[in-house]
């Protein structure tokens, strides 16, 4: 550690065989010490580890960082904290570099062939999820060559081995997927639906510049909540459980995505809102109509209310007083708290 400008070197972490779990802070203040042209993570040969937590200190907005603090976390994370092929848990939080570590899109890597949750929250910088991410870019370049050597001579053998080679996977047991805090994030990688085919959970908070969630044959459980701009929600063919809220915003509908009448496995429709929005979910409600067709809906306010909707025994039960007035006053009252 080094007293006077309070940074430590990651080389410190070099002899420490037997992690089984670390969590690193602040991370923009670790250096490396060795010369420029190092490529030997501080993690390398650490098969012990299983779970790995890497958290930059927290900025406000996504500019707050200047170009020298960039480019010296975007070589922390590519040079020193490559994670050896044994994680489990992968947790990146606040991470401002502009290009996510080149471990993560590299076909040389063991591709992290044991990972199954993967978590990352505040990279605000972030516009888009690209196919590299995933792998998707390698991938295709090792398809180009397998293609290129399958046009050159070679004897039975050799050919009858390349043909079955494996395909290319970079999370092959990834079931859990965490995205947080990305206010810019635009799209989620194609190769999430490709590679992740192990993929059951899918969390989002506060990814208001997404607009699209589609296409994921795995997922079984979706949930969303924070800032959200959503316009499709759909081509989700196993998905039984739906969390929606709370949301960051005064918000006094259900999403009108909704009303698509694609969730045909839908089992569990759970709601954490306004007043409000439980108002216009009772069976006169003006959003009744997009959630009487869900097995069970269930949608509760911060104030102790709530709806509980069972359709195959006609069960509605709810704690809400059908009063004009007091609805009034109500809504009032979270017009005024969100001011």
Known sequence: MNTANGTCPLEELGSLQELRYLSIYKL???WLEAE??????????????KNLYLECSYAPTSDGHTEEQIERIEKVFDVALHPPSSVVYLGLENFFGLRYPSWMASASISKLPSLEFLEIEGARAVTTIGPEFFGCEAAAASGHERERNSKRPSSS??????????PFMLFPRLRQLRLADMSNMQSLPE???????????LNLRDVCALKSIRGFPSVKQLSISGESDLEIVAD??????????????????LPEWLAQQSFTTLQRLDVSGTTQQLVRCLQNGADWPMIEHFPIFYIEDFRGNYINYIKHSCTFDTNLVDDDAAFAAVAAA??????
């Open 157 to 166: 053998s050799s050919s009858s081995s390349s043909s079955s080679s494996p």
């Open 28 to 30: 923009e203040t670790a």
């Open 191 to 201: 190769g999430l639906i490709r590679q992740a085919t192990c993929l059951t959970t």
């Open 36 to 49: 420029p042209g190092r490529v030997t993570s501080v993690l390398k040969g650490k098969q012990k580890l």
């Open 334 to 339: 979270e017009e005024e708290e969100e001011e």
């Open 236 to 253: 989700l063919p196993a998905l039984e459980v739906l969390n929606l809220g709370p949301f960051g915003r005064r918000n006094n509908h």
